[in-house]
């Protein structure tokens, strides 16, 4: 039987790096090997730079990772996703969100507005607002330029460093004969404290803004950390990048309970929509792990 998800509930403006398994670190890896032709100056790149070289990286991860193209996928995250975007304080950038078929459960941003989640991820996900936190904190990060911050960083400590045959002996074997270099390990590169406190903070504002009920965020947290203590390898990749601790989700809370307790009880918590999005995902063969 098909499932068709539909988008009649799009929610009204009212009001989360690096893959776990083998595949996805070689992918990610994959994509940081840009070259001689990228390179991070001292201060970060402006707006155009940054969605140049944001491209670059989408580019690399769509041909390395599998994505789900599937019609109905793609419109509903999109839809979800730009429910969240459209609302951010600075509309510059043309977003882009992308379903990885991959079952750890992880979701990381790339500069200039490519927003990717994993199939694991969304599986985990019980109602629309938890993956919808995740989004919106995926968003925070690029909207307060903490990607491209993190890549910078990455670049000054690494460049000229040729260390893809000890991350990735595969990748290095194929790239070598290029003389490819790796310029940036900011796939993995763990971001601090302050920018995850602010990715949760603005992401709670989009969230709410876009009228969708923002305690999905801590809801999704904890969703994780249980994830952690019965399947602490489904979950490595997005811990590496993103470390949560139960001060982090109390903190988020209590910006939560900031809201009007009336706007907050009138925000959407789940749709028809998301089930159905869940149950066609469900229905979808899955990639072969490469070998």
Known sequence: MTTTVTTTDRPHPATWGATATTTGQSAMRTVLLLGAGVLFAACVPNTSQEVA???????QIERELPIVRDPEIVRYINVLGDSIARVVDDRSLTWHFNVVDQGDINAFAVPGGHIYVNRGLIEKSTNM????????????????????????AAQRANAGLSIGCILAPSVCQGAAGAGVQVLAQ????????????EADRFGV???TRSGIDPR???SMFRILLAERQTNPSGVEGFFASHPIEESRIETTEEEIAKLDKIVLSSLSRDSPAFQAFKRRLASLPRTPARR
Do not use: C, W
Not at 186 to 197: C, I, V
């Open 53 to 59: 070289m944001g491209n670059d990286y989408a580019q």
């Open 129 to 152: 607002s938890e993956l919808a936190g995740v989004i919106g904190h995926e968003i925070a990060h690029v909207t307060q330029r903490h990607s491209m911050k993190q890549m910078a």
């Open 186 to 197: 900011a796939g993995f590169a763990k971001f601090s404290r302050d920018d995850e406190t």
């Open 205 to 207: 504002k989009y969230v």
């Open 216 to 218: 999905g965020m801590p």
